[in-house]
């Protein structure tokens, strides 16, 4: 069982364990020596960061780490996690590391290791550094000199640039689209204005000067009202918001309706469908997506795939069944063919081809989807017995459950980090679920309610 990496690598306070300099070096030397072992030769490794002030010393740290171990180091410096990803797989490299928290404050960071391929790394990996972090940890490091770049930054952020721009970007013309973006003060701050500028756009960008501690600060995806403001203020076409490291995008319309992961799914899929690539019919997304979207696929003859929470999961689920098309409402989309990363600006480029091609505006294309009423009850509880073993409110369930019929949605799950139970429901009206939900939370409380 892994301790400190999570579905999105390890995260935590910059400065302190495992986030502190000899624990990274501790990292990245274990990484370098798995990757040598592994493919019996010198192992290169790709890195870059967001914004943060502790990037640049966790870098230091980590290429320390790995050249020590023999390690061939390629820094891209700032750039977005999704950047790392398409640069370790189009170099060859046998790694990828992004420094970076996401939509964390500036005071935390994190690290994120890719495979070659792209993807975040196996499990056995993350375990494997996790033993050397804990048999290694204290000791003294042996520091050798890094070994310099063989490539520049610049260089790398280029390639990365060109892919988005003359692949994913191929034959899209922007020209006559004005678009807010909201870079978060995070990775995107430099690429983004450049992508969509070099597009023909017109382009107003917002939060794109980051300070080293102003990263997601009162902006980007999770700050999303000064760019609905701006957007229609600007009277501009799109709002885009991007988190610290620029995996996923949120969107605000021409009126200044918040466009969020699940209605770009539903656009994204509608246009997928239209072209005759959307395998299978169908899109996978999570639990936490709104049941109004499972309904507004079902009238497309769309299937909808849940996973658990996490690009992961999604990510896991798109490859296994051959699909094309995955993500969260929060606004991790991931479209396999062209990345197996999540991209807000992937995203964000797909997006504006379906309203150019469409020649509709974004709150046009969002036509169909209905987001569903939901209500979310906690109740603290002394012990987490499983569920179907609570007969009073298996009995509650099931009625609920009933009523609901095929236009509602009940999730009963337990909070991973506290003593509580979660009841949440949706359904076509706010007063029923409601009622639903203190039903089914009664029971809990008499059955193992603290």
Request: hydrophobic fraction near 40%; include cysteine.
């Amino acid at each position: 069982m892994k301790n400190l990496f999570g579905t999105d690598g390890i995260r935590g306070e910059a400065g302190k364990f495992p986030l502190d300099g000899p624990t990274v070096r501790i990292i990245g030397s274990s990484l370098a020596n798995y990757l040598k072992t592994a493919s019996g030769k010198t192992p290169s490794i790709v890195i870059g960061r967001d914004t943060r002030e502790s990037g640049p010393w966790l870098e230091e740290a980590l290429v320390v780490g790995a050249s020590s171990a023999g390690a061939d180091c390629l820094s891209a410096g700032v750039i977005t996690t999704p950047g790392v990803a398409y640069l370790t797989r189009i170099r060859n490299a046998d790694a990828g590391v992004v420094i970076s928290a996401s939509h964390n404050p500036y005071h935390d960071n994190g690290i994120k290791i890719f495979a070659p391929s792209g993807r975040k790394i196996a499990d056995t990996v993350e375990r494997h550094i996790e033993g050397d972090i804990f048999s290694h940890s204290g000791e003294p490091f042996d520091i050798k000199v890094a070994v310099a770049p063989s490539a520049t930054e610049t260089e790398l952020r280029s390639s990365y640039l060109d892919f988005l721009a003359g692949e994913i970007g191929a034959g899209l013309n922007l020209a006559g689209l004005k678009l807010v973006i909201d870079c978060a003060n995070g990775a995107s701050a430099e690429i983004a204005p450049l992508l969509f500028q070099k597009l023909g756009a017109q382009l107003i960008a917002i939060n794109a000067s980051p300070d080293g501690k102003n990263i997601n600060l009162n902006c980007g995806s999770l700050h999303i009202k000064s760019l609905q403001d701006r957007t229609v203020a600007e009277g501009a076409d799109l709002g885009i918001a991007f988190d610290g490291d620029a995996d996923r995008s949120l969107f605000v319309d021409s009126q200044g309706n918040f466009v969020d992961g699940d209605a770009a799914l539903w656009v994204l899929a509608k246009q997928l469908q239209d072209h005759q690539k959307l395998k299978g019919n169908m899109v996978v997304a999570t639990v936490m997506s709104n049941i109004g979207l499972e309904i507004a696929f079902r009238s497309r003859g769309i299937e909808m795939v849940r996973t658990d929470v996490g690009d992961k999961y999604v990510l896991e689920e798109l490859l296994r069944r051959h699909a094309s098309l995955g993500g969260e409402q929060s606004g991790h989309i991931i479209f396999p063919e062209l990345s197996l990363a999540g991209d807000g600006m992937i995203t964000s480029l797909c997006l504006l081809r379906a309203m150019i091609e469409s020649r509709q505006s974004l709150s046009g294309l969002v036509e169909g989807f209905e987001r569903y009423p939901q209500t979310l009850l906690n109740v603290r509880v002394r012990e987490k017995v499983p569920f179907d073993q609570l007969a009073s409110v298996q009995a509650a369930v099931k009625k609920v459950e009933e009523q609901l019929s095929q236009n509602g949605r009940l999730l009963l799950r337990y909070s991973g980090t506290e003593p509580l139970a979660r009841v949440m429901i949706e359904g076509a009206n706010q007063n029923e679920i409601e009622t639903y939900a203190d039903r089914i939370a009664s029971e809990i409380k008499q059955e193992i309610g603290a």
